[in-house]
């Protein structure tokens, strides 16, 4: 449900976020999340209810109760309000100098990878407690709380201007640690459609990029787990290992390796060579080999840790000043499409072909890798016409 209704939720607040600034959509994106969440709460206490029942040879017996209708409307309520990540990278883009953005999305990668390490770990805890299986839910509206009240108390509003001033206050921007940037462009940016969007100079290439990648992701996502059971045996315990090793890589590989190799080459240099390493590692999944497995960690945390801030940043730099909200947010909408067809493959390619599921997660990324090597024109274009796509649409 999430993906589905982020189709259509990104690419609005996205937009929303270039006309009315950062801040209030970020909020109002949040507000939809920590709403959701309480929903998603309450929920868990209505009677089971059943409205109605389908009998199907294909797929059973399905029951849809009061509960369920309600956990679903929660999800889509959060895929509608689902612009934080998107609106957080145009807020991002705007404060940092466009010397500074690899390193700083890998920043922004390091808070989701700690995300995935302390938030299963925190509702497994949570689970054994008295409360339940509501325990981990209310701690997800409390951090959802948390984060409202951050948007509303510590992150400003980069207002428009057409000057660009040393900031010296002590806000968020202090955390990246090298932004001179207060503002965002004061030209007017109306209200690009989608047809308008993608006759901007080379981001219709870049959401086919954005696309793919997110394929091959969740073709991942969706398979490993079954591929962990099946062919290597592990139960939830061993999965939590794995995945905690590999968002630890990838903190480490953000946080200490891709600072000192983005002064040195460019962002589509990286992401050449993150996509080849991240191709490899899906191959090296097919055996179903522990010491291949866990050898895989590392192509995946130096592939992606090169490769996804690397592409992050020239998006941003390709979009230009004026666009940056809603680029983002139809570039996260690709995303969701890809979320929702990657998920879905996952599982039925496994079904058909175990391991060998990951040889075309691994194809989709060498696709990748060979379409990147375009990606350096495109940074030609963008020092030889540095405003072209500032100006953008007509």
């Given at each position: 449900?999430?993906?589905?209704?982020?189709?259509?939720?990104?690419?609005?607040?996205?937009?929303?976020?270039?006309?009315?600034?950062?801040?209030?959509?970020?909020?109002?994106?949040?507000?939809?999340?920590?709403?959701?969440?309480?929903?998603?709460?309450?929920?868990?206490?209505?009677?089971?209810?059943?409205?109605?029942?389908?009998?199907?040879?294909?797929?059973?017996?399905?029951?849809?109760?009061?509960?369920?209708?309600?956990?679903?409307?929660?999800?889509?309520?959060?895929?509608?309000?689902?612009?934080?990540?998107?609106?957080?990278?145009?807020?991002?883009?705007?404060?940092?100098?466009?010397?500074?953005?690899?390193?700083?999305?890998?920043?922004?990668?390091?808070?989701?990878?700690?995300?995935?390490?302390?938030?299963?770990?925190?509702?497994?805890?949570?689970?054994?407690?008295?409360?339940?299986?509501?325990?981990?839910?209310?701690?997800?509206?409390?951090?959802?709380?948390?984060?409202?009240?951050?948007?509303?108390?510590?992150?400003?509003?980069?207002?428009?201007?057409?000057?660009?001033?040393?900031?010296?206050?002590?806000?968020?921007?202090?955390?990246?640690?090298?932004?001179?940037?207060?503002?965002?462009?004061?030209?007017?940016?109306?209200?690009?459609?989608?047809?308008?969007?993608?006759?901007?100079?080379?981001?219709?290439?870049?959401?086919?990029?954005?696309?793919?990648?997110?394929?091959?992701?969740?073709?991942?996502?969706?398979?490993?787990?079954?591929?962990?059971?099946?062919?290597?045996?592990?139960?939830?315990?061993?999965?939590?290992?794995?995945?905690?090793?590999?968002?630890?890589?990838?903190?480490?590989?953000?946080?200490?390796?891709?600072?000192?190799?983005?002064?040195?080459?460019?962002?589509?240099?990286?992401?050449?060579?993150?996509?080849?390493?991240?191709?490899?590692?899906?191959?090296?999944?097919?055996?179903?080999?522990?010491?291949?497995?866990?050898?895989?960690?590392?192509?995946?945390?130096?592939?992606?840790?090169?490769?996804?801030?690397?592409?992050?940043?020239?998006?941003?730099?390709?979009?230009?000043?004026?666009?940056?909200?809603?680029?983002?947010?139809?570039?996260?909408?690709?995303?969701?499409?890809a979320s929702i067809t990657g998920l879905i493959l996952g599982g039925l390619l496994y079904e058909l072909f175990a391991g060998r599921?990951?040889?075309?997660?691994?194809?989709?990324?060498?696709?990748?890798?060979?379409?990147?090597?375009?990606?350096?024109?495109?940074?030609?274009?963008?020092?030889?016409?540095?405003?072209?796509?500032?100006?953008?649409?007509?």
């Amino acid at each position: 449900m999430y993906p589905v209704f982020q189709l259509i939720g990104a690419p609005i607040l996205g937009r929303w976020s270039d006309i009315y600034g950062r801040k209030k959509i970020l909020l109002l994106s949040q507000l939809g999340t920590l709403l959701s969440w309480i929903i998603f709460l309450a929920a868990l206490f209505l009677p089971a209810s059943i409205l109605f029942k389908v009998d199907s040879e294909v797929l059973g017996t399905f029951v849809f109760t009061l509960p369920l209708a309600v956990l679903f409307f929660a999800r889509a309520l959060d895929g509608l309000t689902g612009g934080n990540v998107s609106v957080a990278n145009a807020y991002l883009a705007d404060i940092t100098e466009e010397k500074d953005r690899n390193r700083n999305f890998g920043k922004m990668s390091i808070s989701s990878n700690l995300g995935f390490i302390v938030g299963p770990a925190l509702a497994g805890l949570l689970s054994v407690t008295a409360y339940g299986e509501a325990a981990p839910v209310l701690g997800a509206v409390i951090i959802s709380l948390i984060g409202t009240a951050l948007i509303i108390f510590y992150i400003p509003e980069n207002k428009e201007c057409s000057l660009k001033e040393p900031a010296d206050s002590e806000d968020i921007r202090k955390v990246f640690g090298y932004e001179i940037k207060e503002c965002r462009a004061a030209r007017e940016t109306g209200k690009p459609s989608f047809r308008e969007v993608l006759k901007l100079p080379n981001i219709p290439y870049m959401f086919g990029l954005y696309f793919l990648i997110f394929l091959s992701f969740n073709i991942f996502y969706t398979a490993f787990p079954l591929h962990a059971i099946a062919a290597l045996d592990w139960g939830i315990a061993e999965m939590g290992i794995y995945f905690t090793v590999l968002s630890a890589l990838l903190i480490i590989v953000q946080g200490s390796i891709l600072p000192g190799l983005s002064k040195r080459y460019s962002d589509a240099s990286l992401i050449i060579v993150g996509s080849l390493m991240l191709g490899t590692n899906f191959l090296l999944l097919i055996p179903g080999n522990l010491f291949l497995t866990y050898l895989a960690t590392g192509f995946f945390a130096l592939g992606d840790g090169f490769m996804w801030p690397s592409f992050l940043s020239l998006l941003s730099k390709i979009a230009g000043r004026n666009y940056q909200g809603t680029v983002q947010g139809f570039a996260s909408s690709f995303g969701g499409l890809a979320s929702i067809t990657g998920l879905i493959l996952g599982g039925l390619l496994y079904e058909l072909f175990a391991g060998r599921s990951f040889l075309l997660a691994g194809m989709v990324i060498y696709i990748v890798f060979l379409l990147t090597f375009r990606l350096r024109r495109f940074e030609k274009e963008l020092k030889t016409e540095p405003d072209i796509l500032s100006f953008g649409l007509s």
